[in-house]
T-cell receptor, first 107, second 116 residues
Framework: AQRVTQPEKLLSVFKGAPVELKCNYSYSGSPELFWYVQYSRQRLQLLLRHISRESIKGFTADLNKGETSFHLKKPFAQEEDSAMYYCALRQGFKTIFGAGTRLFVKA | GAVVSQHPSRVICKSGTSVKIECRSLDFQATTMFWYRQFPKQSLMLMATSNEGSKATYEQGVEKDKFLINHASLTLSTLTVTSAHPEDSSFYIC????????????FGPGTRLTVL
């Protein structure tokens, strides 16, 4: 069955420290993976998608098919990065979300 | 970017009543709309996918007679929770995309339903 796993519910780092939010998936076909972010009191919004290979707000994510992972990384965390992050996999019309990781960046 | 609104943002109702939640795409035509449910501290669970003018496709375990979805126009989809019970209390979120499910999804702000 298709599944997205985010093993960490909460990740707390100091400002300026590197950040890695883990995401693993199980999918039999070629996955289309995304990271969504939800800032406090705001709606869910797309952060980045693997096919774009882009860096958004300093974040990058590389699809590793061998490890079935799509970890989100940022070399230097900022306080404004504090938010809820969801890894997601698209299967046809459906998007399957992970449980989410709350990132807290301390001053 | 594209904007999706939901109304109401919060609703409290008595057990046994029905509640309608609206989802509107404000500046684009949404060919496909999705309805999700989110329990506290849990992920979004897809309830159903609706394409404009056709019947919604419900996920396994979601009662289509209880959660009525109507996508009558390219800018409006409604979710009606019929005969609501306390266990239906949850956060309901809609999203919309321009393509037939393949385009970027834009999310609404969500509706908090509390059934007493």
């Amino acid at each position: 069955a298709q599944r997205v796993t985010q093993p960490e519910k909460l990740l707390s780092v100091f400002k300026g420290a590197p950040v890695e939010l883990k995401c693993n998936y199980s999918y039999s076909g070629s996955p289309e993976l995304f990271w969504y972010v939800q800032y406090s009191r705001q709606r869910l919004q797309l952060l980045l998608r693997h096919i774009s290979r882009e860096s958004i707000k300093g974040f990058t994510a590389d699809l590793n098919k061998g490890e079935t992972s799509f970890h989100l990384k940022k070399p230097f965390a900022q306080e404004e990065d504090s938010a809820m992050y969801y890894c997601a996999l698209r299967q046809g019309f459906k998007t399957i979300f992970g449980a989410g990781t709350r990132l807290f960046v301390k001053a | 970017g594209a904007v999706v609104s939901q109304h109401p943002s919060r609703v409290i109702c008595k057990s046994g009543t029905s509640v309608k939640i609206e989802c509107r795409s404000l500046d684009f035509q949404a060919t496909t709309m999705f309805w999700y449910r989110q329990f506290p501290k849990q992920s979004l669970m897809l309830m159903a996918t609706s394409n404009e003018g056709s019947k919604a496709t419900y996920e396994q375990g979601v009662e289509k007679d209880k959660f009525l979805i109507n996508h009558a126009s390219l800018t409006l989809s409604t979710l009606t929770v019929t005969s609501a019970h306390p266990e239906d209390s949850s956060f309901y979120i809609c999203s919309a995309s321009q393509g037939l499910g393949g385009g970027e999804q834009f999310f609404g702000p969500g509706t908090r339903l509390t059934v007493l």
